[in-house]
């Protein structure tokens, strides 16, 4: 069974897994788009980040464009019953826990998938038809002329019930596997502001900035931070537009969407620095709702 699916323009390539493939078979992120690897010549921007044995079901063993859509109907569920994870499928709840991503909830329906392929573009589709919650998805990935990255998506609901939620990427880029510290930046058109979070307890290991955040030292081993309802400080409407890079390596990634925003959070381990930006989503029976990503890779 093929694995991966390689689409390139011009010197640069991206590996992405196929939704039923081996390579990861968690069930967080959606598995339209799975990558494995973003290159532009010699330069490698996002790759494996995880440490240890390649685990195929564990929820994070994804890189690059990783997205995650909220688990819909599990609050309502009673143990034993299913609930939906779009692009991933049905999953049963096992208990009366709250809902938890890094649980491995048995997969009970994956929905049926297809996949459409070019040099320089794929297209994958995912059809579930448990109603109440019947939908098609597609998501088109495709390399642009001017060497950026569009990533397309289309949510109709063909079923009879609302399908309401958000969606959020977590943008795992590794450039070349530098080190997360005082060469780590992100950046954005407004002067932010937000809430940091240091799971050890300890005060703030970087700084807000007029256009972004730095980290003032390296991250230890084990050590995660966070500054989490990350907005436009004037209270302005925060745009979907932001880069994130190494200065070390001298790489950065630019994102940019139409897409709405309802918070960005930035999340960091010795590893890997991400920016997540959230977009929520109400569509009704008959409804589609059409966003597109746009990366440019400098």
Known sequence: MEQTITIRCGFSSAVLALPESDLYTGVR????????EIRRGEDVYSARWLEGPEDPGRHDNVTGPAEEFSAIGYERALPGEVFLKIGVGLLRKEDGAPYDFTRSYPLVHGGNWSVETGKE???????MDFSPWNYDYRKEICWEEDGGLSIDHLLSNTGPAFLEGSV???NFFTFNGSRIGSGTFAGFPFV??????????????GRLTPGG???DRDLSQGEKVCIEHLSAADGEKTPYNFSIGNMEAGLQVGVRSEAPLSRIQFWANHRVACLEPFT??????GASFRWTLHYRFE
Do not use: M
């Open 29 to 36: 992120f959606d598995h339209a788009g799975v990558f494995r």
């Open 121 to 127: 573009r794929v297209l994958f589709r995912h059809l």
């Open 168 to 170: 959020y990427n977590h």
């Open 192 to 205: 932010p502001k937000g809430d940091w979070r240091n799971w050890k307890g300890d005060a703030p290991v």
């Open 213 to 215: 955040i730095r980290l």
């Open 280 to 285: 929520p989503f109400s569509i009704a029976p």
